[in-house]
């Protein structure tokens, strides 16, 4: 069982930052791609960020300018960088591992974020 363990979240105040992190217990490159998804009060959940195995980057775009994704070297972690924060980025933050063909394998716990005005 392939487990993804989010940490980061917190409180912070419109305009701060926040770099959420996603250890994976299986290497990164394993999978088709790897991504960020939230899920606010009441709302679906969406896709916010996704690398590919190849590298290669996507945003939502509420957030493009704002966040970044990026990946260690060694393969076993990912990161979102998120800056500019607003009030509407306030949700639980989920890292996830795709498989292909946009199915999701696996899930971490999710780490919440508080955005506040």
């Known amino acids: 069982q392939v487990q993804l363990v989010e940490s980061g979240g917190g409180l912070v105040q419109a305009g701060g930052s926040l770099r959420l992190s996603c250890a994976i217990s299986?290497?990164?490159?394993?999978?088709?791609?790897m991504n960020w998804h939230r899920q606010a009060p009441g709302k679906e959940r969406e896709l916010v960020a996704t690398?590919?195995?190849?590298?290669?980057?996507n945003y939502v775009d509420s957030v493009k300018g704002r966040f970044t994704i990026s990946r260690d070297n060694a393969g076993n972690t990912i990161y979102l960088q998120m800056n500019s924060l607003k009030p509407e980025d306030t949700a639980v933050y989920y890292c996830?591992?795709?498989?292909?063909?946009?199915?999701?394998?696996?899930w971490g716990q999710g780490t919440q974020v508080s955005v506040s005005s």
């Open positions: 996830a591992a795709e498989g292909g063909w946009g199915v999701i394998e696996y």
């Open positions: 299986r290497s990164i490159f394993t999978f088709y791609a």
């Open positions: 690398i590919s195995s190849g590298g290669r980057t």
